[in-house]
């Protein structure tokens, strides 16, 4: 990571030592290694920052790897939420309690009885 902080748009009245600790770029992969990349100047509190490189470091991944991960993890959950969500407006309740009240099935097995 460069040294050299890109310039602050809000000018000099932000404060310094929060401009010096928080302003990095992060490197977003969407499709492949090999796709289109942007950038984006990320602004984090000091101490999520410093959390990001030590786990980063920690894993022996650069800061952008880390945070793409990260983000890429996050959307995924998100996306998987709203699956299970869409899935859960059609499903069909009555047609659920049917299946599960007829009789059948074997019994439980001891190890499989809750305390």
Known sequence: M???????????????RYRASTFFTVDQTWESMKARQ????LRLPTSVRAEVER???AE???V?????TAVAEK????NTAAFFAERRSKADFAA???IMS??????LDDDDRLP
Not at 75 to 78: K, R, S
């Open 38 to 41: 942007s950038t984006y100047p």
């Open 60 to 62: 022996g991944s650069s």
């Open 96 to 98: 659920f309690d049917q």
């Open 2 to 16: 460069s040294d050299q902080l890109p310039r602050d748009p809000l000018g000099p009245s932000r404060d310094a």
């Open 75 to 78: 959307l995924a959950v998100m």
């Open 102 to 107: 007829r009789p059948g099935g074997a019994e």
């Open 55 to 57: 786990r980063a470091k």
């Open 64 to 68: 952008n790897q880390f945070v793409a």
